[in-house]
């Protein structure tokens, strides 16, 4: 691994003396809360019930799932985390959890995660998870992520999983209604992280991360921004047509994606030198946009789940 140097904050850090804040950081939990709630809206929106003691493990073994894949990625990202600014903080970069924890934490988790919940559930909700982990964490951070600038495309897939899992765990299967969640976050990864990217790409660049803004530049990164927002406009609003959605999904889905789609033209149509003058608000803007639209679809899906009964889901169209 690389030895970029520590920041300053860092340097007096003794190596492996570690606080359960910095344990708790290493699974990621911005992160784990998005797959929380994706998967426990996938639990709610399948067919059928599940005991809520059933439901409760379910999510939480999940969770433990996601923050197992958060703590195997810092233990392999630790060399460019330390390069870059947005990560040198984190507890692997920075010393205060060695990297051999990391890896003893994380894959210990793993295999929790993974047993228990197939002892919870069923052995395809555990077969999801175990694959979900296999891909964040070899397919994407061990392969995609430093080798090719289709890195968020492909690797988006990691984050698409859980209403999947969630699924699984109600009907023990996968059906259209799941796949239609999982491209929903699938098509949505790419432009939520190119925006991030827009205004982060010295810390890519730096790290020699090949995301797109470094490899192709700016100007193609904005188009590809606005060609994916595109193509993931009719898989948002299609799903008020299936047992997913109903009126208030697709009110929710027609407001937001207009609002995306017009925030992707307008960073689409901004030239660097405005952009860099004004410290790239348009696309942090782009960026912030994005984690509502998420998990604004989701939370109309549980919302048109919870009409349903009232006859205001799909049947009520």
């Known amino acids: 691994m690389s030895d970029a140097s520590f920041d300053s ?25 998005l797959v929380v709630f994706t998967a426990f809206v996938g639990l709610l929106a399948a067919p059928g019930s599940v005991h809520p003691v059933v439901g409760l493990a379910a999510i939480l073994f999940i969770a433990l799932g996601a923050g197992a894949s958060g703590a195997l990625n810092m233990w392999w990202d630790a060399d460019i985390d330390r390069v870059m600014k947005r990560t040198r903080g ?16 994380g894959m210990t988790l793993s295999v929790m995660a993974v047993v228990m919940l197939a002892l ?16 964040y964490v070899v397919i994407y951070s061990m392969f ?39 491209a929903l976050i699938f ?20 790290a020699g991360v090949p995301m797109l803004t470094v ?18 406009a009719p898989v948002a609003v299609g799903a008020a047509f299936t047992s997913l959605g109903g009126p208030v999904y697709l009110a929710t889905a027609i407001v937001l994606n207009v609002l995306f789609l017009r925030q992707a033209v307008a960073v689409w149509r901004r030239d660097e030198a405005t952009a860099a003058a004004d410290g790239y608000r348009g696309e942090k803007k782009m960026f912030g946009l994005s984690l509502t639209y998420l998990f604004a679809h989701f939370g109309a899906i549980l919302v048109q789940q919870a009409l349903a009964p009232l006859g205001l889901g799909l049947g009520g169209w």
């Open 90 to 105: 984190r507890p692997v970069p920075s010393g205060r959890v060695t990297p051999g924890e990391a890896f003893g934490f």
């Open 144 to 182: 995609l992520k430093r080798s090719t600038p289709q890195n968020i495309v492909i690797g988006g897939a990691a984050g698409a999983f859980p209403p999947m899992i969630g699924w699984a765990v109600a009907t023990g299967g996968v059906a259209p209604e799941s796949l239609l969640m999982f």
């Open 215 to 232: 490899t192709h530049g700016r100007r193609a990164t904005r188009a590809h921004i606005l060609v994916y927002t595109i193509l993931l």
């Open 9 to 33: 904050t860092s340097a007096a850090v003794t190596p492996g003396d570690a606080g359960f804040s910095d344990y708790f950081a290493l699974l990621k939990p911005r992160v784990m809360s």
């Open 120 to 135: 919870a559930s069923n052995f395809v909700a555990a077969g999801l998870l175990a694959f979900t982990i296999f891909f």
């Open 187 to 206: 098509m949505w990864t790419p432009p939520h992280f190119w925006a991030l990217a827009l205004f982060m790409k010295g810390d890519y660049e730096s």
